[in-house]
């Protein structure tokens, strides 16, 4: 096909995409930009519209990969030359829809956990007042027992079992589950250095959350989010990335990087049905103990 033919078909499918499909500016300069490339391809190689396979799409799309193009670049050229062999056949043009193209799966990006070094830091802060000891110990929580914010707030002062197989017992945790979480040493000694602190934190009474506000009540997800910036900040570490769950996930990629089993960690995260009773860590779950105690190592 002629390049003046070309140029016909993409100004009518640039009009089909701005006032039928009603695609953005920024979508169609990309769609077009596609195009002109995908046709160009064509010509160097003699191929008219009409003889156009899904064989030769996805050489095309395969070549762009070799050249380093992203896995969201690829799969939007698909797009646009899908969208636009759709178009000329719906104009009743003789040409082959490709139906199905093998494209690079997408990368999904990995969250930004914690180094060990980092990790340090935070919970070698010196506890020297009650705020930045009952901020250490909101961290220690996610970080050492993988707690969600939404438990972390929610946790009670009868969850906390400081004394002989100390644990926290999460209640109704996310899809309804509740379940055990042995503490190890480093955060049971964090945890009780915070029990001492959290006396004054209270105020007209007590409300009978574990962690409280500077106000003596339930601290909140917002709250939360504020502490966790301001305490890594406090031991010198960058804060971009940086949110609640960061600290959750870190818990279970340095479990799994130490060797954990990862049934284990998915039963600590509460992934998994767990049936709770008050005996079950009495009964002494020695893999769940061994599991947490590597991040004292």
């Not at 953005?24 to 930009?33: D, E, G, K, L, V």
């Not at 999460?170 to 589950?177: A, D, E, H, I, L």
């Not at 190890?184 to 602190?197: P, V």
Request: hydrophobic share 40%; net charge positive.
């Amino acid at each position: 096909m002629a390049k003046k033919a070309d140029l016909q078909l993409l100004k009518e499918f640039e009009h089909y995409l701005l006032y039928v499909l009603r695609r953005s500016p920024h979508t169609i300069r990309a769609y077009m930009n596609d195009l002109e490339k995908f046709l160009r391809h064509c010509r160097q190689n003699g191929l008219e519209l009409s003889k156009i396979t899904s064989s030769h799409v996805q050489q095309f799309l395969n070549t762009l990969s070799i050249q380093g193009l992203s896995v969201s670049t690829i799969h939007r050229v698909a797009s646009s030359i899908k969208t636009f062999l759709n178009f000329l056949e719906q104009q009743g043009l003789d040409v082959h829809v490709p139906s199905r193209l093998h494209l690079p799966r997408p990368l999904k990006r990995l969250p930004r956990f914690l180094s060990y070094e980092e990790v340090n830091r935070i919970f070698s802060l010196p506890l020297d007042n009650p705020i930045i000891t009952r901020n250490v110990a909101v961290l220690a929580s996610m970080y050492y027992c993988g707690l969600r914010v939404s438990e972390v707030c929610n946790l009670k002062v009868e969850d906390v079992w400081l004394g002989n197989n100390p644990h926290l017992n999460v209640r109704m945790g996310k899809g309804g589950k509740d379940r055990l979480v042995p503490l190890s040493l480093k955060a049971r000694e964090i945890m009780e250095m915070y029990t001492h602190a959290r006396y004054s934190l209270l105020k007209n009474g007590d409300p009978g959350f574990f962690f409280l506000s500077i106000n003596g009540k339930k601290l909140d997800s917002s709250a939360v989010y504020r502490l966790t910036l301001s305490t890594c900040k406090e031991a010198g570490i960058r804060t971009e990335g940086i949110h609640p769950h960061v600290f959750r996930h870190s818990f279970a990629t340095h479990l799994l990087q130490k060797g954990a089993n990862v049934r284990i960690v998915q039963d600590l995260l509460g992934h998994s049905s767990l049936t709770t009773t008050s005996r079950y860590l009495h009964l002494g779950d020695a893999e769940r103990f061994r599991a947490v105690s590597l991040l004292d190592e």
